[in-house]
């Protein structure tokens, strides 16, 4: 069939922002599940909170600012920003409602009946009332700042994402003033959720939320005056940092600069408590020039995300996922000398269902290692208290030639990789910050280790970062190796983002922003070549996001030539699957579990070769053509199944935690029916993860 002449057709693709938002009506859905344990729905409904606030403040905030400008039109699904914002607002809306609508008809009775007790304020006995004002007196009061508003005292700087209580107000002060209007902002030091003594509380953990207890005090802030009405709002900015790149210098120092203008962005999203009266809320929104639209009531505390650490708290394991210890690989619980255990053959390490630690003992030996001479090593995102990054600095003290290509501009870990940089630089390492204009975004190590007087490079690559704590619930592939041309590769790349040069051809590796698109689309188009030529044809392909159009009409074209495609792609697909004569051979699904999906994984049949290769980049433009990404070939033929049969097979099979994309783009959850329940991640856990007992 050929295929149809207007593939680029915006009825053919599907809007970003909108499937983000669908994105978070799965992760929603686990906190309906009855099937997850009960702390860990909890757990996904604070998620859904903590995905949104980076919505508002990175897409929505771009959103309003291509209206405001008319930079931009339509996209390729045909709709214009303003459009967009229009749909994006109803369906935030109605998100939101419905996360509180869980939160307080279903999660906090099914925590309640468990002796785990959020308890509001109209509910306080004499006992409890008498502690919590204690409380108040002693840890609450002493740290808080009234602001009365009148002629000297404006409406207050309000942080991004900060509580604050608006409160109106009878009486006059001290000095007759009678503004009936004030704002008190609570300080980030200060908890969100406060845990009461068993005996106060009447139950082994009950807990009280910050707003209750500045609710029910709040008159003792204003000395000789009454508090009509007391109000939480919390406000979203545009956190998206901007650096003119043909002016900066030093990117270092003018990002320091940048972060601390992030608090007060332009103001996108207005959070109210519901009982918000309509004068206040309507003060508010001209306070920060927004509009009804942009105004979220909620039934509970404005911010879920700090409900994150209640499990933390609660001493439950059977409310919880049970507990699991990471597989060692046979390879290197045989041979501890790390660079032994490579030379013996590659080794692929399964994120998190095999242990992260050889990939730390490999730089942990490199930095020990009298015969290392160097390490190279970039880093995206990294825990603030990394073993890797202490490795690192002990390495660079002790002598070795230290490179580090530390990303700068990875969004929200900033301040953390600036610190990590100056630590470095302090102790000699070389500290390079990529290229301007292109995110770092590959996952690479490099040792050069001399043995029998000659000088040997040995490499990890990987799919995800280099964090210890993300390693735990990230599913992630990554591959130590010491095959020469793949290390030649690697050193290659690591030459451009230190140096300067023409980009040299790669052996093995294919590269952003150079090879991997034009590699991914001859690939995509052999599949159709072969399928033309009447032998079988077939693509998985599994990531996080599919938004590239070059891509996504490639694939059509695919589908039309007859090739089999299966997309695994956990977060946002513009490519709708399913509609005769053009994508009837693709089909899309998302896995939401309780590991996050961020693996990808790129197959091809290739007449039989089975080309598997493992990449840093999702399929969309900015990976392409503005970050450094690396995408790399699984060789061993063992590894390479190893791969199909852990990361790819179980995820088509799964029907349990499967959502699969119909040509409207909506999803359905896959159901088991009459077939035998199977999820991937715990078909993975059984075979990898060594479960150790619930403590009792």
């Given at each position: 069939?050929?295929p149809?002449?207007k593939?680029?057709?915006p009825?053919?693709?599907?809007?970003?922002?909108?499937?983000?938002l669908?994105?978070n009506q799965?992760?929603?859905?686990?906190?309906?599940?009855?099937?997850?344990?009960?702390?860990?729905?909890?757990?996904?409904?604070?998620?859904v909170?903590?995905?949104?606030?980076?919505?508002?403040?990175?897409r929505?905030?771009?959103?309003k600012?291509?209206?405001?400008?008319?930079?931009?039109?339509?996209?390729?699904?045909?709709?214009?920003p303003t459009?967009?914002?229009?749909?994006?607002?109803?369906?935030?809306?109605?998100?939101?409602?419905?996360?509180?609508r869980?939160?307080?008809?279903?999660l906090t009775?099914?925590?309640?009946?468990?002796g785990?007790?959020?308890?509001?304020?109209t509910?306080?006995?004499?006992?409890?009332a008498?502690?919590?004002?204690e409380?108040?007196?002693?840890?609450?009061?002493?740290?808080?700042?009234?602001?009365?508003?009148?002629?000297?005292?404006p409406?207050?700087?309000?942080?991004?994402k900060s509580?604050?209580?608006?409160?109106?107000?009878?009486g006059?002060?001290?000095?007759?003033?009678n503004?009936?209007?004030?704002i008190?902002q609570?300080?980030?030091?200060?908890?969100?959720?406060i845990?009461?003594?068993?005996?106060?509380?009447?139950?082994?953990?009950?807990?009280?939320?910050?707003?209750?207890?500045l609710?029910?005090?709040?008159d003792?802030l204003f000395?000789?005056?009454?508090?009509?009405?007391?109000?939480?709002?919390r406000v979203?900015?545009?956190?998206?940092?901007?650096v003119?790149?043909?002016?900066?210098?030093?990117?270092?120092?003018?990002?320091?600069?940048?972060l601390?203008?992030r608090?007060?962005?332009?103001?996108?999203?207005l959070?109210?408590?519901?009982?918000?009266?309509?004068?206040m809320?309507?003060f508010?929104?001209g306070?920060?020039?927004?509009?009804?639209e942009?105004?979220?009531?909620?039934?509970?505390?404005?911010?879920?995300?700090?409900?994150?650490?209640?499990?933390?708290?609660?001493?439950?394991?059977?409310?919880?996922y049970?507990r699991?210890m990471?597989?060692?690989?046979?390879?290197v619980?045989?041979?501890?000398d790390?660079?032994?255990?490579?030379?013996?053959?590659?080794i692929l390490?399964?994120?998190?269902?095999?242990?992260?630690?050889?990939?730390?003992?490999?730089?942990k030996?490199?930095?020990?290692?009298?015969d290392?001479?160097?390490?190279?090593?970039?880093?995206?995102?990294?825990?603030?208290?990394?073993?890797?990054?202490?490795?690192?600095?002990?390495?660079?003290?002790?002598?070795?030639?230290?490179?580090?290509v530390v990303?700068?501009?990875?969004r929200?870990d900033?301040?953390?990789n600036?610190n990590?940089?100056?630590?470095?630089e302090?102790?000699?390492?070389?500290?390079?910050?990529?290229?301007?204009?292109?995110?770092t975004?590959a996952?690479?190590?490099?040792?050069?280790?001399?043995?029998d007087?000659?000088l040997?490079?040995?490499?990890?690559?990987s799919?995800?970062?280099?964090?210890?704590?993300?390693?735990?619930?990230?599913?992630?592939?990554?591959?130590?190796?010491?095959?020469?041309e793949i290390?030649e590769?690697?050193?290659?790349?690591?030459?451009?983002?230190?140096g300067?040069?023409?980009?040299?051809?790669?052996?093995?590796l294919?590269q952003?922003?150079?090879?991997?698109?034009?590699?991914?689309?001859?690939?995509?188009?052999?599949?159709a070549e072969?399928?033309k030529?009447?032998?079988?044809?077939?693509?998985?392909?599994?990531?996080n996001a599919?938004?590239?159009p070059?891509i996504?009409?490639a694939?059509?074209e695919a589908?039309v030539?007859?090739?089999?495609?299966?997309?695994?792609?956990?977060?946002?697909?513009?490519?709708?699957?399913?509609?005769?004569?053009?994508?009837?051979?693709?089909?899309?699904?998302s896995?939401?579990?309780?590991?996050?999906?961020?693996?990808?994984?790129?197959?091809?049949l290739?007449?039989g070769?089975?080309?598997?290769?493992?990449a840093?980049?999702?399929w969309?433009y900015?990976?392409?053509?503005r970050?450094?990404e690396?995408?790399?070939?699984?060789?061993?033929?063992?590894?390479?199944?190893?791969?199909?049969?852990?990361?790819l097979?179980?995820?088509l099979k799964?029907?349990l935690?499967?959502?699969e994309?119909?040509?409207?783009?909506?999803?359905?959850?896959?159901?088991?029916?009459?077939?035998?329940?199977?999820?991937?991640?715990?078909h993975?856990?059984?075979?990898?993860?060594?479960e150790l007992?619930?403590e009792?």
């Amino acid at each position: 069939m050929a295929p149809p002449t207007k593939l680029t057709s915006p009825e053919y693709y599907l809007n970003r922002e909108l499937g983000l938002l669908a994105f978070n009506q799965r992760v929603l859905a686990q906190a309906e599940d009855q099937r997850n344990p009960l702390l860990e729905r909890l757990k996904f409904l604070c998620i859904v909170s903590s995905n949104l606030d980076e919505f508002f403040e990175v897409r929505v905030a771009g959103l309003k600012e291509q209206i405001e400008f008319k930079t931009a039109l339509a996209g390729v699904d045909g709709m214009t920003p303003t459009q967009t914002y229009t749909q994006v607002c109803h369906i935030a809306h109605e998100l939101v409602e419905r996360q509180y609508r869980i939160f307080n008809e279903v999660l906090t009775p099914e925590l309640a009946a468990e002796g785990i007790h959020f308890i509001r304020r109209t509910h306080w006995n004499e006992e409890q009332a008498a502690w919590i004002r204690e409380y108040f007196f002693r840890e609450l009061m002493p740290v808080l700042t009234p602001i009365g508003l009148d002629p000297a005292h404006p409406f207050p700087r309000v942080l991004n994402k900060s509580l604050n209580f608006a409160v109106e107000l009878e009486g006059k002060d001290a000095f007759g003033r009678n503004s009936g209007m004030a704002i008190v902002q609570a300080p980030r030091a200060l908890p969100r959720v406060i845990r009461l003594p068993s005996e106060i509380a009447g139950c082994e953990y009950g807990f009280v939320f910050l707003s209750s207890i500045l609710h029910a005090h709040v008159d003792e802030l204003f000395s000789g005056m009454t508090a009509r009405g007391c109000y939480q709002f919390r406000v979203t900015r545009n956190s998206d940092l901007i650096v003119d790149e043909e002016e900066i210098k030093d990117l270092r120092l003018a990002l320091q600069g940048e972060l601390t203008q992030r608090q007060f962005g332009d103001e996108v999203r207005l959070e109210v408590a519901d009982n918000c009266s309509q004068e206040m809320a309507a003060f508010l929104l001209g306070q920060f020039g927004l509009n009804p639209e942009d105004l979220y009531r909620v039934n509970g505390p404005v911010n879920l995300v700090r409900l994150m650490q209640i499990p933390d708290w609660v001493d439950r394991p059977d409310l919880k996922y049970t507990r699991y210890m990471p597989s060692i690989p046979r390879e290197v619980t045989k041979e501890p000398d790390i660079f032994k255990a490579i030379r013996k053959g590659d080794i692929l390490l399964h994120l998190p269902f095999q242990s992260f630690n050889p990939v730390v003992e490999f730089i942990k030996q490199a930095a020990a290692d009298p015969d290392v001479l160097a390490i190279k090593q970039t880093v995206y995102r990294t825990s603030s208290d990394s073993t890797l990054m202490t490795a690192l600095i002990d390495a660079a003290r002790s002598g070795k030639e230290v490179t580090v290509v530390v990303e700068l501009m990875a969004r929200f870990d900033e301040e953390a990789n600036i610190n990590w940089a100056a630590k470095l630089e302090k102790v000699g390492a070389h500290v390079v910050y990529g290229v301007v204009g292109h995110k770092t975004h590959a996952k690479m190590a490099m040792v050069v280790r001399r043995e029998d007087g000659k000088l040997h490079r040995y490499v990890h690559l990987s799919t995800g970062n280099y964090h210890q704590r993300t390693a735990r619930f990230y599913t992630d592939f990554g591959l130590l190796t010491c095959h020469a041309e793949i290390c030649e590769d690697v050193n290659d790349i690591f030459a451009q983002l230190t140096g300067l040069g023409k980009a040299t051809k790669l052996r093995h590796l294919w590269q952003s922003p150079f090879t991997l698109h034009q590699k991914l689309i001859k690939a995509i188009h052999n599949e159709a070549e072969q399928a033309k030529a009447g032998h079988k044809a077939r693509i998985i392909a599994k990531m996080n996001a599919l938004l590239d159009p070059d891509i996504i009409k490639a694939l059509y074209e695919a589908s039309v030539a007859g090739v089999q495609i299966d997309l695994i792609v956990r977060g946002v697909c513009a490519l709708k699957p399913g509609i005769p004569g053009v994508s009837e051979n693709i089909r899309v699904r998302s896995i939401v579990g309780r590991f996050l999906e961020h693996s990808r994984i790129y197959y091809f049949l290739n007449g039989g070769a089975q080309d598997v290769y493992l990449a840093s980049a999702d399929w969309m433009y900015r990976n392409f053509f503005r970050r450094i990404e690396t995408c790399f070939p699984v060789l061993d033929q063992k590894l390479k199944k190893r791969v199909l049969k852990e990361g790819l097979e179980p995820y088509l099979k799964d029907n349990l935690q499967a959502w699969e994309m119909q040509a409207d783009g909506c999803y359905r959850h896959k159901k088991p029916g009459r077939a035998q329940p199977y999820s991937a991640q715990e078909h993975l856990l059984a075979n990898f993860g060594q479960e150790l007992a619930r403590e009792e």
